[in-house]
C-alpha cells in the first residue's frame, strides 16, 4: 500500500509541472520554458506554442501562437499574434490572426478573425466574419456588420451595405445598427 501511494505522489509531482501555470515563459520553436500555461508574461522568439496565456504576450521576430488568450499583446520586429479559439483584449503587431471569435482592439497592419470581433481593427487590413464594432483601415472586408461601422478607402460587407443588400462595396463608410 505504502508502495502504491508513493508511486502516485511521485507521478503527482512530477507531472505537476506540466499542468502548472507559469508567471514567466520562453517560447522558442518546438519548446516552452517553462512547460505549461501562461497567467504572467510570455515572450515568443521567431514561433511558440502554448495553450492558455493570461496577461502580457510578447512576439518577437515571428508568430506567437495560443489556444486561448486574454490580455495584452505586443509584438516587436515583425511580431504576430495568432489565436486559434477565442481571445479577449488588445492585440498590437504587424499582424493579428484570430480563427475564432474576439473582443477588444486588434491594432497591426493586417488583422484577420475567422469568426465575431466585437471591438475595434485599426490597420492597412481588417478582415472579420462578423462586425460588431468598428473597422478603420485603407481595406476592411466582413460577411455580414451585425452592429457596427467601417470607415476606409474600400468597404466590402458580404451581405450588402447600407445603401442596398445587392451593392457590397462601399467607398469611405458603410454602416449597420
Known sequence: MKTTVSALLLTVAISAPAFAEQA???SVPDANFPPGNVKGVRVTILHGKTSQ???LDIPILGISETQNFSGLSVGFLFGISRVTGSSTGVK??????????AKGADLGFANYNAGQFTG?????FNYTGRLNGLQFGFI??????EKGVQIGLINYDKSGTFISKDIPVFPLINARF
Do not use: C, K, P, S
Open 24 to 26: 514567466i515563459q520562453l
Open 53 to 55: 496565456v493570461t496577461g
Open 92 to 101: 498590437l503587431g504587424l499582424a493579428n490572426w484570430n480563427d475564432g471569435n
Open 120 to 124: 475595434l481593427q485599426l490597420g492597412a
Open 140 to 145: 476592411n472586408a466582413t460577411d455580414r456588420i
